[in-house]
């Protein structure tokens, strides 16, 4: 989360020689934006990409404990990432599972739009 930095501007920070090339000019223009992410792909909080810095710097990790609960919580974002995107490439296919896939199953093979409910 770093968008509680203010927007630098690069004219005032960067200097430009004057034997500087247009490529040189190029890339002193260009904004830049440091992402930082984990072994599983994920962006980092600004907490969590100095911790992990912190680790690499000191030479060891997080308590078994910590580490278990992080990889837990990976696990059931990453659960709940596949099972969104089931759920919506079944609905967008029709061939869902629950009542919208069989609402949507039955207007298929009825060729109507609605559907009449007897109780």
Avoid: W
Wanted: contains cysteine; glycine residues 8%.
């Amino acid at each position: 989360n770093y968008d509680n930095y203010k927007p630098l501007d690069l004219n005032k920070v960067v200097k430009i020689g004057a034997n500087a090339t247009e490529k040189d000019r190029e890339f002193a223009n260009r904004e830049i934006k440091l992402e930082y992410r984990d072994k599983h792909g994920r962006l980092l909080t600004q907490k969590e990409s100095y911790r992990e810095l912190c680790y690499q710097f000191h030479g060891h990790g997080a308590s078994k404990k910590n580490e278990d609960k992080r990889l837990r919580r990976i696990a059931m974002e990453q659960s709940e990432a596949r099972v969104a995107s089931r759920s919506m490439s079944a609905a967008r296919d029709g061939n869902g599972v629950g009542t919208l896939g069989a609402l949507k199953a039955t207007q298929k093979a009825t060729g109507k739009a609605f559907l009449v409910h007897k109780t």
